[in-house]
C-alpha cells in the first residue's frame, strides 16, 4: 500500500487560479460562441460603467466588433472614465482576485476582480495575441501597453510600453478572440447592450455590429448617479471569523472603539450593552480577541436589538429613471414600475428589489414573425442573460399567476418583465455571474415586487380592454343607426336624417371619454 | 481627475483563492444549512471513493454525523484507501488547487482539488477549530494531525502533529462545523448516501445518522472496478493554447514523436499527413513551437481524419452493476437499465451516458403520505443532489414524454430515473460541482438513453396492465360461476358441482400465464 499511496501522490501538483479558470471557463461564462462573445462584451462595459460611477462620471461607452474570421473577432471598447493608473494596469487586466472590489462592501456590477482577466486569458488561449489598452487619468501622459497573463503565475506580462502626451481620462481596450461568434438573438452583445441601455438611463452607449449597423442609446436623464459608498458591515451578518478578521486589523486602541467604529449601527450604548453580556474587559485591545472571545461577543450580538442595516449606501435605478429608460427603449403602450423598500438577507446584506413591466411597443422578444414575453434580469443594472433556469428572478416569475393581472397566456404577450436586485453583494450562483442564489429574502421582495407591477399593469389592461368593448359597442350601434333611423322616420314621418343626428348624438354621449372611469373604484 | 483615479487605486489588492471561495462559498457548495452539511459529506466520501478506486481497494466507507449544538454537527468520516503520504496530508486538506486529479485526463468523482480544503475552510469560520485527520499507507506508522487553513496565503497550517505504530491502511477525517443542520429530505446526507449506494454497488457505505439510526448499504457485488487511467487527450479536442503547453513541456525530441506519444489516435502515418499539410519540420525540438507553428498544425489536424477518441479508459458502472445496485437499494417491481455507447464532446472529450428506470418497492420519493418521481442525477457515480434546474439531466427529463411509455403523469408516480455520466472531464456549470453544463452532444446521449430504459420499462407496464385486467375478468367471471352453473344445471338437469369445477377450469385454462405473452410481438 505504501508504493500505491507514494505512486499516486507522486502526481500530486499546485495550480493558480489563472489556470483553474483556464480549465474551467464555463465557470467564467465561457460556454458556446455566443455567450463567449457576450460575456467579454459584458466585462468591458461594466467595469466602465463601474469606473464612470465611482468617479462621479456621466458614462459615454462605445462598444465595436468586427468580424476578422470565421468564429473570429475583435472587441473593442472604450469609456470615459477617470482611466487606470500605470502601475496598475497590468494587475487589472491580467491577474486573476486582484482589485479594488473585492474586499469592500460597495454596490458594483463587478464585484470578485476576475472579469477583465478572464477576457485577456480567453484571448491568449485563443488566439495567442495580447489585448491593447490605451489608458490615461489626465495627467498629461497617455499609456498604452499590450498585456499578456503568465498563467502559471497569475502574473501580468506587460510588453510594448508606450506614454505619450496627452489630455483626456477613460480607458481603451481591444482584443481578438476566437471560438466566439456574434447574432441577434436574445443571447448577444446586441442584447446585452440593448439591457444594459434599460438599467442605466445615465449612460450613452454606442455599438457598432459587425455588420456595421450602429445603435446609439442616448442618455433618458443626464443626472450623475449618486456614488456609491462603501458600507460598514452590519453586527447580525456577522461571523466569528469575520469579526477576527476585522479585530486583527484594526488600529482602534480599544475593543470598544472598534466595535464602534467598524460596524454599521453599533452606538456606545450597544457596546456597552454587549460588553455586560460578555466577560470581556473592552478596553483591551482589539487584536488580543481570541476565538473564545469573539464567539461571546457574536452571541452577545444575537441578543442585542439593532436597527436594520442602513440601507443608505445602496442605489437603486430608481422608479422615475426606469420609466424614462423604458419609454426611451421600450416606447410601450402601457409600462408600470416600482422600488420595493430596502430589505435584508443573511441577517446583515442589505438590498432593494427593483421591477417594472412593459407591454406593447417594443416590449417582449421576437420570435420568428410573433412577440413573446421576455425576462430582463439585473443586478447591480448590469443585465443577466443566461443560466436563467438557475435564477431566483425566473423562479418568481413562474409563480407569479400573472393571469389575475390580465396577462393570460403571458408567454405569448409582447411583455419585458424587468427585474433589478440591488445588493453590496450579490449572491450570485457561481463565478459567472448570471444567475443570483434563491435566498429566501430575496425571493419574497422579488414576488411582492412583481405581484405590485402585476397589479399596476392589470389596471391598465382592464381600463383598455373596457375603452375597447366600449368602443367596439358604439361602432355596432352606430352601424345600425341608418336602418333604425329610416325604420322610424316610416313608422312616424320625422325626418331620416335628423333622427340619424339624434341617434349618432346619443350614442356618442353615453360612450364617450376614457371609457372606464365610472368603474374605477373596482381596482384594487 | 489624476487624483480620483489614485483614491480609487488606493483600494486595489490582491487576494488569495482561499480568500475568494471564503467570500463566495454558496460557489463551493456552502448555500443552506442542510446544503453545507451534504456538502462536507460528499466531498469526503468522494474523495475516499476516489483513492480506494485509484488504489484497487472494495472502498468500504463510514460515515458519521453527530449533532453537538443547534445547527451544530461532527462529521466523521472513515476510508480503507491507500492512505496520504504524511507530506501530502496538509495539502489535501488545506491548500486549493493543490492535488492530484486537476491537471490529468482521468475519470474520478472529485475533479478539481478544492472540496476537502473547502470543507476545512467552513470548519475554521464557523467554528475556528482545525479538522483531525488520521491516515496511515500501511507502512507501519500512523500520521495523526490537526490541520487548518492560512487563509491568506492558501497554505496548510500544521497542528499537535503525532506519528505511532499501527498496521493498516486509510483515512479517517473528522470536523465539527456550525450553520449546517441534519434532516432525512432529499437534500440531506442521508439522502446523498443512498444515491452513492446506488451508483457504487461495489461499496460498503455504513451510515450513522445523528438520531442513532444506523444505515449500511452491503455490497451488491464484490468486483474492484478496473482501475481509471488517465487518457491522453484527442488531437480534435486540443487548442492552440494547450498544444504549445503540451509541447513546451514535452521531453520528446523531434515534433513528430512529441505529438505520437502525446496525443490519443495520433499513428506516425497521422503524423506525416499533419507535417505534410504544414510548413514546419517536424524535426525541430517541441519546445521550439511558435504560436504560428501551433496555428499551422492545429488547422492541419482539423483537415485530417482520426478514430474517434479511445474511450477504453471510461468505466461505466454498467448494465449489470445497476441492475444489482437497483435491486439492492430500490426493491423495484420493475426496473430497466442501459449503458449507452461512449460518445465525445467539444471534439476531444469521451463520455458515456447509463440510465436506468425503477419502478414501485422503494423506488421514487415519499411526499408526506404519497409518493412522487424521484430524478437521481450522477457525474462519475457521485449523487448531484442541487441545483437540478441548471443541469442537463432534469432538462431532457422533463423533455421526454413519458405518457407515451406508460407512464402518465410520472411525477405522480413511484418510480426512479437514474441518469449516471461517465467522463474524463464532466463540464460542471460551477465550482460546486452540483450541475452539468447542457452541451449538445450530452444532452442528445441522455436523451436516447432515458427513451431506451422507457420503452424497456414501457414494456413492462403494458404487460403488467395486461396481466392486471386479464386477471379482473378472470375474478370477475369466477364470481359468476356459481350462478351459472346453478342456472345451467336448472335447466340441463347436469350435476352443480360438476359444471362449477368445469367452468372453473376453463376460466383457468384461458387465463393462465403471465397473461401478455400473445401480445409480445406488438412492442417495438
Same mark, same amino acid.
Given at each position: 500500500m505504501v508504493e500505491k499511496a507514494e505512486a499516486i501522490f507522486k502526481e500530486f501538483r499546485?495550480? =493558480?487560479i489563472a489556470e483553474f479558470f483556464k480549465k474551467n471557463r464555463q465557470m467564467l461564462g465561457y460556454a458556446g460562441k455566443i455567450r463567449s462573445l457576450t460575456t467579454i462584451v459584458h466585462e468591458y462595459v461594466t467595469n466602465g460603467l463601474d469606473a464612470c460611477e465611482e468617479a462621479g462620471i456621466l458614462p459615454d461607452i462605445t462598444v465595436k466588433i468586427k468580424q476578422l474570421g470565421h468564429d473570429h473577432y475583435e472587441v473593442y471598447c472604450e469609456d470615459n472614465g477617470p482611466g487606470i493608473p500605470k502601475t496598475h494596469v497590468g494587475k487589472v487586466f491580467a491577474q486573476m482576485l486582484a482589485g479594488t472590489k473585492f474586499h469592500r462592501f460597495i454596490q458594483q456590477r463587478g464585484q470578485q476582480g476576475i472579469g477583465a482577466t478572464g477576457c485577456t486569458l480567453y484571448a491568449q488561449i485563443t488566439t495567442g495575441k495580447p489585448i491593447h489598452v490605451i489608458t490615461s487619468t489626465k495627467n498629461g501622459k497617455v499609456y498604452e501597453v499590450d498585456i499578456m497573463i503568465d498563467v502559471k503565475r497569475n502574473k501580468p506580462v506587460i510588453m510594448n510600453e508606450k506614454e505619450y502626451d496627452g489630455d483626456w481620462h477613460g480607458t481603451k481596450v481591444r482584443g481578438e478572440f476566437k471560438e466566439v461568434t456574434f447574432n441577434w438573438s436574445e443571447y448577444g452583445p446586441g442584447e446585452y447592450i440593448r439591457r444594459t441601455a434599460v438599467a442605466n438611463p445615465h449612460a450613452k452607449i454606442t455599438f457598432i455590429a459587425p455588420d456595421g449597423r450602429k445603435i446609439t442609446y442616448?442618455?433618458?436623464? =443626464?443626472v450623475v448617479p449618486e456614488r456609491a459608498k462603501p458600507s460598514k458591515p452590519h453586527p447580525k451578518g456577522l461571523t466569528i471569523d469575520d469579526l477576527l478578521e476585522y479585530a486583527h486589523h484594526s488600529k482602534e486602541r480599544t475593543i470598544r472603539t472598534f466595535l464602534v467604529k467598524t460596524f454599521d449601527r453599533m452606538s456606545n450604548a450597544k457596546a456597552d450593552e454587549i460588553e455586560k453580556l460578555t466577560s470581556i474587559d473592552f478596553k483591551r485591545k482589539p487584536d488580543s480577541l481570541t476565538w #473564545?472571545?469573539?464567539e461571546e461577543i457574536i452571541d452577545a450580538i444575537k441578543k442585542v436589538k439593532?436597527?436594520?442595516? =442602513?440601507?443608505k449606501e445602496l442605489k437603486p435605478i430608481g422608479? #422615475?429613471?426606469i420609466k424614462k429608460a423604458i419609454l426611451n427603449v421600450l416606447e410601450p403602450q402601457f409600462h408600470a414600475v416600482v422600488t420595493r423598500p430596502p430589505s435584508v438577507y443573511r441577517g446583515g446584506v442589505p438590498f432593494i428589489v427593483e421591477a417594472?413591466?412593459?407591454?406593447?411597443? #417594443?416590449?417582449?422578444?421576437v420570435v420568428g414573425d410573433s412577440v413573446g414575453a421576455e425576462i430582463m434580469?439585473?443586478?447591480?443594472?448590469?443585465p443577466l442573460l443566461f443560466d436563467a433556469g438557475a435564477d431566483v428572478i425566473t423562479k418568481v416569475v413562474n409563480e407569479v399567476d400573472w393571469n389575475r393581472y390580465g396577462l393570460k397566456k403571458v408567454d405569448t404577450l409582447p411583455v419585458s418583465i424587468i427585474v433589478n436586485v440591488v445588493s453590496t453583494y450579490i449572491p450570485y450562483t457561481s463565478a459567472g455571474k448570471q444567475a443570483i442564489a434563491d435566498i429566501e429574502e430575496i425571493h419574497k421582495e422579488v414576488k411582492f415586487a412583481l405581484m405590485e407591477v402585476g397589479r399596476q399593469i392589470g389596471g391598465h389592461i382592464r381600463r383598455e380592454r373596457k375603452k375597447y368593448e366600449k368602443q367596439t359597442k358604439k361602432m355596432t350601434l352606430l352601424k345600425y343607426v341608418p336602418e333604425v333611423a329610416a325604420a322610424v322616420a316610416a313608422l312616424t314621418g320625422d325626418n331620416k336624417k335628423e333622427l340619424e343626428m339624434k341617434l349618432v348624438k346619443m350614442i356618442e354621449k353615453k360612450y364617450s371619454g376614457n371609457g372606464a372611469d365610472e368603474e374605477e373604484g373596482e381596482e384594487q
Open positions: 499546485e495550480h =493558480s442616448n442618455r433618458a436623464v =443626464s #473564545k472571545d469573539a439593532f436597527l436594520a442595516p =442602513s440601507t422608479e #422615475k429613471q417594472g413591466v412593459a407591454y406593447g411597443g #417594443k416590449a417582449g422578444r434580469r439585473f443586478a447591480n443594472r448590469a
